[in-house]
């Protein structure tokens, strides 16, 4: 197993002023999108090598890899980078709840900003 990260993947990171990578989590299956975390080269290393997903924690600032501690661990199914380098996209097959809260994905605990709905036929309209 490789000691540091593909210089070929590591130079296409475009990281943040703390070294770090938005990484999307995603069910693979479902296209549910379950959380962000946040990767360096080495948590992104392990991540590609081991099958399981490891991530940074900002706030610990140690490495975890998810489901260790709570059993709700995350297998890796495909990791993509998006065009610009800045953003990962790890899909999983996640083994319980995704969020912190015991919630299957964080993005229902935020809850709905109210945004308001847009319609693909207003753009018809905005063009004339």
Avoid at 79 to 91: E, F, K, R
């Amino acid at each position: 197993m490789p000691e540091v990260l593909d210089p070929t993947i590591s130079a296409r990171l475009k990281r943040d002023d703390a070294g770090l990578v938005a990484a999307v989590v995603q069910q693979h299956d479902t296209g549910e999108v379950l959380m962000v975390g946040w990767m360096d080269d080495e948590a992104l290393r392990r991540t590609l090598t081991q099958g399981r997903v490891t991530f940074w924690s900002r706030s610990r600032e140690e490495y975890w890899r998810k489901g260790d501690t709570s059993g709700h661990a995350q297998y890796v199914k495909a990791v993509s980078i998006d065009c610009d380098g800045d953003a990962l996209l790890v899909q999983v097959d996640q083994v319980g709840a995704a969020c912190h809260t015991g919630a299957r994905t964080c993005f229902v605990a935020g809850g709905d900003l109210g945004a308001v709905v847009g319609d693909r036929n207003q753009h018809d309209e905005e063009i004339r």
